[in-house]
């Protein structure tokens, strides 16, 4: 289905991210004090009634901008008014009519756009002459809403629902990945993302921390859903100095909780440093598959046994790592790039796989005849049974008898045996050994 569209516009500090993230019925956007916290597009989908529509936060309209990533913002907010069916033009009830608010509404005219003027932060009720002053900018149709507080948004969405048009069929939805886009600050995230859409999604900007949200946006291809979740620059704790940086890098680790796949990118100039590790290793620990994405290739002086070295390297430097897949690409000429998608699909298959139970035995038998577990206190352990107790990701209980009987390096000799026997390419796999096993120890 294609679902009607709707923007929340307005300056700056008015409340737009407040409003989106109390129709969408969670904190799906940062917010705070300070003004211009949100420049990416938000997007997210609204059930109201019988309605589904996809509702859009933009950053703040500022007409007097002059610097670069102002700009670049400001034509983000152009693009969603272009593509809404709706606008949602947020006033402040606090501050009262700004001129920046005459601008904005000598635009929407111009663009013809059905408007629904909403007064916000109206936290208690108010005589109608206290908000005599919003009627210059050309109607007396408003909402008096808070919120902060959820005052006035019921109202507010059944009118929107009542306006919009109904939702338009389109190619069938039989299957949907979530990727998360994570790594160090200015890796080509953004950049990635815009090339993945085939539009100019997500800002792309040499400031750091340009991006400050993660930020959701779909592509539908082949009756495939994929949601790409473009996240802040990840950087180490004991440098991040500000409350925004830390909401920022909060957001971006839960990003890859959620996400069935992470694209971790680096730089191909810098190559692997300790943060990216550290990354790679969040993404492992929460159960999420990963791909190493070698960003800006096209920079490296090369010759064609180049990759494979920088390959051989990494292997060698990073064993645990042995399972994962290194993809050499640029995200600003689409090296490579094309091919993404599909591995994300792979890999998806490859964190559901199921294994039966004869298959687990039979594997098990060999794999103790080929070799037995080192004894224990003087004694030879047993494992007795194994059983795959759940997907996404993948999970292994091994019955042993005596408990913790079985050391880390046998452990690891099975986990490898299970890799190599049936692939799990790109996808963490837990394995547990325990005499029994009451519940679930592990999930995503």
Not at 141 to 151: C, K, Q, R, T, V
Not at 160 to 170: A, D, N, R, T
Not at 200 to 225: K, M
Request: aromatic share 10%.
């Amino acid at each position: 289905m294609i679902y009607p569209k709707v923007a929340i516009i307005g300056r700056p500090n008015v409340g737009k991210s407040t409003l989106f993230n109390r129709m969408v019925k969670g904190r799906n956007a940062i917010v705070g004090a300070e003004a211009g916290i949100t420049r990416d597009r938000h997007d997210a989908f609204v059930f109201w009634k019988t309605k589904k529509f996809q509702i859009m936060d933009t950053g703040g309209i500022e007409p007097t901008a002059s610097l670069d990533l102002d700009l670049l913002m400001q034509k983000q907010v152009e693009l969603a008014l272009n593509e809404a069916e709706l606008v949602l033009f947020l006033l402040d009830g606090k501050f009262g009519v700004h001129p920046t608010d005459k601008i904005i509404a000598q635009s929407l005219r111009r663009k013809k756009k059905k408007v629904l003027w909403v007064i916000n932060k109206v936290d208690v009720p108010r005589l109608e002459p206290d908000l005599y002053e919003f009627y210059e900018l050309g109607t007396d149709a408003f909402y008096y809403i808070s919120a902060e507080h959820a005052l006035g948004i019921e109202q507010l969405l059944d009118d929107i629902v009542e306006g919009l048009p109904e939702s338009k069929e389109e190619e069938k939805i039989e299957e949907e990945v979530k990727i998360a886009l994570v790594g160090r600050p200015n890796v080509g995230k953004s950049t990635l993302v815009n090339k993945l859409l085939g539009q100019e999604r997500c800002l792309v900007s040499p400031e750091a921390l340009t991006t400050r949200d993660a930020i959701d946006t779909y592509l539908v291809r082949d009756h495939v859903l994929f949601t790409l979740i473009d996240t802040a620059g990840i950087r180490k704790r004991n440098k991040v100095n500000t409350d925004l940086e830390f909401y920022a890098t909060t957001r971006s680790e839960k990003a890859i909780k959620r996400a069935d796949v992470a694209f971790l990118l680096i730089d191909a100039e810098d190559g692997i440093v300790e943060q990216d590790l550290k990354i790679a290793n969040s993404a492992i620990e929460a159960g999420t598959s990963l791909m190493i994405l070698v960003n800006k290739w096209d920079l490296i002086h090369k010759d064609t046994k180049t990759a494979q070295e920088f390959e051989k390297d990494f292997r060698y430097k990073y064993p645990q790592f042995h399972w994962v897949p290194l993809i050499f690409l640029s995200a600003l000429t689409g090296q490579r790039v094309h091919k993404l998608l599909d591995m994300s699909l792979g890999i998806l298959e490859e964190r559901r796989k199921r294994l039966t139970g004869d298959v687990l035995k039979l594997f098990l038998e060999r794999k103790l005849e080929e070799l037995s577990p080192p004894f224990y206190r003087g004694k030879k352990p047993r494992i007795s049974k194994l059983s795959q107790m759940d997907v996404s990701p993948p999970l292994f209980y091994f019955k042993t008898n005596p408990i913790n009987s079985i050391k880390d390096s046998y452990k690891q000799y099975l986990q490898n045996a299970l890799r190599d026997e049936f692939g799990f390419r790109a996808t963490p796999l837990k394995c547990v050994f325990r005499k029994t096993i009451h519940h679930r120890p592990y999930h995503s």
